[in-house]
């Protein structure tokens, strides 16, 4: 899962939030990047894929525990279990 994902899914369950909008630095650093936008900061300079921070923030969740990748749930596996049966081939091809 890409992170700008994984940060929609977290702000859309209500376990993380965007973060207030700053002023842009002074004077712009050479890495600033004025074309991509940072979901997680809402402002522009790195892409939400290169973020540093929202990736520390999802695995601090994870750590903490509010976030529980190990466990299967309804919405990353919401098919049912199903047996280990074979179903027998048709009938012509044995």
Do not use: W
Not at 4 to 21: H, M, N, Q, W, Y
């Amino acid at each position: 899962m890409t992170l700008t994902r994984a940060f929609e899914k977290l702000r859309d369950a209500g376990v993380i939030a965007p973060l207030a909008p700053r002023p842009l630095p002074h004077p712009i650093p050479p890495h600033f990047r004025s074309h991509e936008h940072c979901l997680y900061h809402q402002i522009p300079g790195h892409d939400t894929e290169r973020c540093s921070a929202l990736h520390h923030a999802i695995q601090d969740l994870i750590d903490s525990g509010v976030v529980d990748l190990a466990r299967p749930s309804v919405t990353t596996n919401p098919l049912p279990p199903h047996s280990t049966q074979a179903v027998p081939p048709p009938p012509g091809l044995q």
